[in-house]
């Protein structure tokens, strides 16, 4: 893939006028999920991940014990500035 210049005009947008635009152009991918091409490290990944979960069923999480450990996590990571 090679890398694209943005439209002109995008370096003089708003941070958060290129956040939205950035989005509206993912919203627009993402309408056509059958198209978005699935790298297959992505599929060893989630195959590794889901033999994991075989092995050992039990060890799960639920979201909000994950949510408080990444919470923990940003703050120690504030802190350390």
Known sequence: MSKTQPP???DKMSV????EYVNSLWERIASRPSEV???EWHRREL???LEL???NP???QTWDE???SVRDKLRQAR???
């Open 8 to 10: 002109p005009g995008f």
């Open 16 to 19: 958060a006028e290129q956040i």
């Open 37 to 39: 091409p699935v790298p």
């Open 47 to 49: 195959q590794e991940r």
């Open 53 to 55: 979960h075989r092995e």
């Open 58 to 60: 039990e060890d799960v």
């Open 66 to 68: 994950i949510r408080h």
């Open 79 to 81: 802190e350390c500035r």
